[in-house]
């Protein structure tokens, strides 16, 4: 679990970093410093998406996992429990929300290969490097993110640590499963919802993403039946 806490401890120290700048950008400024952060999470989800193979499984994917999410309504939980926190921790009269901050920071952080690899590596042969070299993108990233987002950005860091250390601790078990036809198909999905991030955060679209989350780790399934179909 070493690269795993030292991914979450970057992510707290650059976000903090980021809300001490925060204090002192102007508002026209962080406008237009959201708006190219908008920009740049549309680039990193085309990237992310074109990892897949199999459009098939994408498509089954984001369809099944929306339905999911929307059954167990996951967003309406996160954002009643984003309440919650921002009755508690926000100031009066800012304007991004907790949620935001947190949906777009932990997709940004645990979608991707080198999450997945990084933490099996972890896990499997106590090899930390990749996650070391993530926890470095991350404290940069963070500290970006959480200049234009808030104080959500700094609690993406439980998700890390849920996602990434999960990973870790099952690796002898999960290893098997995620081959790299199903780590490029879940990177691709991830990466249809940061595309998403990206045009919400522009204000093109009002997706409720967190209800797609489960289309990420629907290809560990599909994959496997997609070869046996194809077998």
Same mark, same amino acid.
């Given at each position: 679990? %070493?690269?795993?806490?030292?991914?979450?401890?970057?992510?707290?120290?650059?976000?903090?970093?980021? !809300?001490?700048? +925060?204090?002192?950008?102007?508002?026209?400024?962080?406008?237009?410093? /959201?708006?190219?952060?908008?920009?740049?999470?549309?680039?990193?989800?085309?990237?992310?998406?074109?990892?897949?193979?199999?459009? =098939?499984?994408?498509?089954?994917?984001?369809?099944?996992?929306?339905?999911?999410?929307? #059954?167990?309504? !996951?967003?309406? +939980? $996160?954002?009643?429990?984003?309440?919650? !926190?921002? *009755?508690?921790?926000? *100031?009066?009269?800012?304007?991004?929300?907790?949620?935001?901050?947190? %949906?777009?920071?932990?997709?940004?952080?645990?979608?991707?290969?080198?999450?997945?690899?990084?933490? $099996?590596?972890?896990?499997?042969?106590?090899?930390?490097? /990749?996650?070391?070299? *993530?926890?470095? #993108?991350?404290?940069?990233?963070?500290?970006?993110?959480?200049?234009? #987002?808030?104080?959500?950005?700094?609690?993406?860091?439980?998700?890390?640590?849920?996602?990434?250390?999960?990973?870790? $601790?099952?690796?002898? &078990?999960?290893?098997?499963?995620?081959?790299?036809?199903?780590?490029?198909?879940?990177?691709?999905?991830?990466?249809?919802?940061? =595309?998403?991030?990206?045009?919400?955060?522009?204000?093109?679209?009002? $997706? +409720? =993403?967190?209800?797609? =989350?489960?289309?990420?780790? #629907?290809?560990?399934?599909?994959?496997?039946?997609?070869? &046996?179909?194809? *077998?």
């Amino acid at each position: 679990m %070493i690269g795993t806490i030292v991914n979450v401890l970057t992510i707290l120290a650059g976000g903090s970093i980021g !809300l001490i700048l +925060k204090k002192g950008i102007r508002e026209d400024i962080s406008d237009m410093v /959201m708006k190219g952060l908008a920009l740049c999470t549309i680039y990193l989800g085309i990237s992310s998406a074109m990892e897949g193979n199999n459009s =098939l499984i994408t498509i089954i994917s984001i369809v099944v996992g929306v339905i999911i999410g929307g #059954l167990l309504d !996951l967003d309406g +939980k $996160l954002n009643r429990f984003a309440d919650g !926190l921002e *009755k508690r921790f926000q *100031k009066e009269g800012e304007k991004t929300s907790i949620a935001e901050g947190f %949906i777009t920071a932990s997709l940004v952080f645990c979608v991707g290969a080198m999450t997945i690899v990084g933490s $099996l590596q972890s896990g499997l042969t106590g090899d930390h490097t /990749m996650l070391f070299t *993530k926890s470095t #993108l991350d404290f940069v990233s963070s500290m970006i993110f959480a200049s234009s #987002l808030g104080i959500g950005v700094l609690f993406a860091s439980v998700f890390v640590l849920v996602f990434q250390g999960a990973i870790t $601790l099952l690796a002898q &078990w999960v290893a098997p499963f995620l081959n790299d036809a199903v780590i490029a198909e879940m990177t691709c999905a991830g990466g249809l919802l940061i =595309l998403g991030l990206g045009l919400n955060m522009i204000g093109v679209t009002k $997706l +409720k =993403l967190m209800n797609y =989350l489960p289309a990420i780790f #629907l290809p560990i399934a599909l994959v496997p039946i997609a070869d &046996w179909i194809v *077998k």
